[in-house]
Structures are given as structure tokens and as C-alpha cells.
DNA sequence: GTCTATAATCAGATAGAC
DNA sequence: GTCTATCTGATTATAGAC
């Protein structure tokens, strides 16, 4: 749980009192309840999707009382959106440095690691995020529409360039960047196929390895570049 | 809507009469509204997972009263477990005929390109079918275990070989099944953060097959294999 | 076979005691 | 800040008229 701070253009928790004492100590115990319903919620979300999730499993799941949900956020809806802008905040630390004088078989072998690396370590986010969009992404259609996919084009506009200047072979950026987020995080929305079929009763640290390692060289290998450790002399 | 037969081990209408009469013709309609129900069920569980979609809304979908969707199906349980039985029917026809003899190549590409034509033809279902494993598989984990388990392990069986044969490089079999279905039923699932990244309304013969292009050279690249067209002279 | 009416349950939300 | 009790509406399911 590595988001110690909840606030800003989240829903914030009700005013502590109107005439504003009383605010030294008393927010510690407030954000650890904050981030224990919003770990719950995040749970129930995976599991039922937004329409089938209860304020009042999310609660017991939580440990406090289905009004205290209420009073932290202001209703089942904002504790959604509450539950997509962290995955989001976390989701969107990647590939924020990328260059055109970077390596690209660097640069897509880290990507598609450290996807795989979140894909492990946040399972219930990834399915969050992708039944939300499954169901039309009524309420993120605005970030994708924006913020993510300027993203997408300012990345595709670097591929770009290593396409022409003969680095790589000729493929079409986005669809490269589907490929990535599809791949990696298949292992973490549909662990319970993957580990089924392979026979696993969970991932452990080899076999997140070997899916890394997997991917990195059919991706490299797509766009016509040889992974990163054989390249070095 | 190709499905004409709607029985067999999937939850069967009450018997029209206990003496058995008034068979003939009978069926028709019967099948008509069964497949309307059906189809309108499909759309809401992709809307709203399992949970979240209502009897109700089905019903004014399918153009029918509530109480028929009760009739037809015994509730909502057996409702949902006939349109994943439908979607599992639909998903089982590929691949079926491979062999060890055949062009490691040729099967690929045809694969790729049937799973992003259904994808195509089939959003829907590929949505209810994710939703369900994302959600934990809970009422399909037996076919997960039993019949797709053993369908993988055959391919994996077959490409095991050709990379034995050195007809292709050497790449874990399952991961490479994986990597297929996550890529193609990307496109299905993801269609509202394709279509908005891409800027495009909906998807469009040229678009899929720019998709089914690009999914069968960057794999078959990855396995060291040439694209089909390339290799004929 | 189909529909209306209704039962029984469960949902999100809030008031008010502490 | 936290809890219990309760309101209001939606949900699945069924009974019974036609």
C-alpha cells in the first residue's frame, strides 16, 4: 500500500469540525481508515464490478460500520471514482522519460517489465480498471479521451522516429502499445484462467520471471530488435 | 445470431405439457423468444457483469415481460450459466483440425486472424467470458480446469514438436496460446479504449484487418517465422 | 404461453444517539 | 468520529388472471 497520501481532486473525508480545531493528531487514524475502506473497495470492485459490489460487503470487508463509508466518502460513487484515480496515479509513473536518443530495446524491455512487475504486485487495480473499461468506461472516457491518449501519442511519436531513422523494424506504434498493456496485464486480470491452465495455486517470483522474460523477447523480437542482455559485449 | 439450437445440457424450457402434446409446431416461437433472451442477456451481463445486470433490464431488452425470462430460463443463475455455455460453444470450433504435419506459420496466422474475426463479430460474449474470469471464473473453473486445460496442453503438444523439428524458435507454447488470446480479445474487450485512443467511432473492415496484420507479424516474427504471404513464390 | 400484481429480500443512504 | 436503526427504492422470484 504505498500511497500515503489520499487528497487532492480525490473526494476528500468531511470537514474534521466547522470552526476548524482539533486537526494535529487526529489524521493519522483518519487516513489508515481512508486507505482501508478504499483497499476494500478496490477488493469488492474485482470481484462484482461497480453495480455489483455493496457498500455493505466493502464495509465488513473493511471492519467498520456501513455508515463510516459514508462518512469518509460521500456515497458508493465517489468511493469508485475514489478507487480509479489511484489506479490511476499508479498506473501512469511509467515511460514518463522516454527519448528519441534512448535504446529502444532498453526502453520496451523495461516498459514490458515493469508492466509485468505491476501486473504482480496490483492484480485487483488491473481488474478494476479493466472491467471499468470493459463495460464502456462511462467514467473514465474523459481520461482516456485526453490525458491517456496524448500519452499514447507522444510515445507513438518516438517509435516513430526510431522507425525511420532504420532502428527498428516498421510496426505501428499504438498497436505496439496495445500489445504491451494487453499482454501484461492478461497475467493479472485473468490470473485465475492462467494459473488454472499452468496448474499453479499462485504466481511466484520464476514464473513472473519466465512471463517477463517471455514477453520482452516475442515483443523485441517483433520489432526486429535483440533483447538488452545481448547486446551488451 | 447463429445458434439454431438453444438445448443440451444447457437449461432446457419447462416441458411444454406433461402428456406431451402439441409438439409440432410449437417450437418455433419458442426457440425465437429463447434466442431473444438469450442474445438481450448477453449484452446486459457485458454491461454490468453478473451481479450488477437485472432480470428486468434483460427483459424490457428482449422486448418481453419479466416473468418470461423466468419461464424461459428458471432465474437468473441458469439465465447466465446458458450464455457462458453459448459464448464456451462459440470459442470451442478453433484450431481443432491442427496437426503436427501443418506449417507451424500458416496455422498461426490462421488462428490470429479467426480469434481477432470473432472478436469482431462477437464483443459481446468475449466481454461476459472476461468479466467472468476476472471476476475469479467461480462457475466455469471446472471447464477451465478439465476441457481448456487438456485443448491447450494438446496445441502446446503439437508446437513443442515444431520447435523440436527447429521449424520455429524456441518458445514456451502455453505463454504463446496466451499471448494470442490476450492480444485478439484486447481488441473485443477494450474496444471503448481502442476506438477513443485510435479516434475512430467503431471498428471497421479496413482497421481489423490493419489489426490482424499487425497481431500476425510481430507473433510470427517472434516465433522466427516468416508471414505466410511472404513464403508462397 | 404471457402478463400483472405482489411477496420477500437487499441495496444505498441518512438521522440521531453516543 | 462511530455506531444502530430506519427510510426509500430496486431487486429476484412467484402466484394467479387471462
Redesign the pocket.
Known sequence: MPQPKPGQSIPE?KA?APDGRRRYK??R??DR?FQTILKAAEQEFALHGYRG?????IADRAG?????V??YF????NLYLAVLNNIIELWNVHLEDMKVDDDPAEVLDKFIRRKVELAHTHPQASKVFAMEIIQGAPRIKGYIRSDMRRWVREKAAIIDAWVEQGRMAPVDPAHLIFMIWSTTQHYADFDAQVLTILNHAEYERELIDRIAGFLSRMILRGCGLSPPAERAP
Do not use: E, F, L, M
Not at 467498520?64 to 463510516?68: M, P, T
Open positions: 473525508p474534521n487526529r489524521g487514524i483518519r481508515n459490489a455493496s457498500t455493505q460487503k467498520v460500520a456501513k455508515a463510516s459514508h462518512y460521500s456515497g458508493k460513487d
